[in-house]
């Protein structure tokens, strides 16, 4: 069974190429983002993970650690480091899952329960993991994102959906289509609007069902 939005995420225990811990004790009171793909030395993944080392900065900023996976081996992790920071021109810090007997894969449906890699397997053997997780403190799925082998993702569009959900987070807010931070937020309408003008300011009103107010600071 898939894991939904608003489910805890299993404590898993992860051998990566920084060593073996439990998911839950790496992720402690922080956001974690996990970000899979199909093979180490192929051309697209070392795209993506040059863009996460880049980003560094960026996440930690947010609070938010980010942890690779991919079906190889510790080995063949640190040695693929190398062309992601050649690439990247930034230090890859982040530890990455070695899943070669694909359990974190299948214990978070990022692929069939019945999928095997044969020997000499080419990255199109595991072309559906390439998942992104986003991961709350309380340790439970707040978002997913499933790509295609020919399609790298956009590591700016996961910063924005990540800014999205710790601007809602816990509060009766949400955020339109386009969001970017700074931007005015909606106001939910489990609250009416007297209680929606008290906790959030002015409102704008499009419609009488869509309530906009200034994103809240802090």
């Known amino acids: 069974m898939a894991i939904r939005i608003g489910e805890t995420i299993p404590n898993l225990t992860l051998p990566t190429d920084e060593g073996t811990f439990a998911l839950h004790d790496w992720i402690g009171d922080q956001w974690a983002i996990i970000f899979s793909h199909p093979k180490d030395f ?3 993944c070392t795209t993506e993970f040059g863009a996460v080392a880049q980003l560094a900065e960026a996440f930690a900023a947010r609070n938010t650690r980010v942890l690779g996976l991919s079906v190889d081996g510790v080995e ?9 920071e050649a690439y990247a021109g930034a230090p890859a810090t982040f530890p990455i899952i070695a899943d070669e007997d694909l359990t974190v894969s299948k214990a978070l449906d990022m692929l069939p329960a019945d999928a095997y890699l044969p020997d000499g397997r080419t990255a199109a053997d595991s072309a559906s993991v390439r998942v992104v997780f986003v991961i709350s403190p309380d340790k439970k799925l707040q978002l997913s994102m499933s790509y295609p ?3 790298g993702r956009n590591f700016a569009e996961v910063l924005r959906a990540l800014d999205a959900l710790q601007a809602t987070y816990g509060v ?3 955020t339109p289509a386009n969001w970017m931070p700074g931007d005015e937020v909606i106001v939910a309408l489990s609250l009416n609007d007297e209680e929606a003008k008290a ?7 499009p419609l009488p069902y869509l309530r906009k107010a200034a994103q809240p600071k802090g």
Do not use: N
């Open 149 to 151: 082998m020919s399609v």
């Open 199 to 205: 906790r959030f300011g002015e409102l704008t009103c």
């Open 76 to 84: 063949e992790h640190k040695a693929w480091k190398a062309d992601i």
């Open 42 to 44: 192929t051309p697209v």
């Open 172 to 174: 009766p807010l949400a």
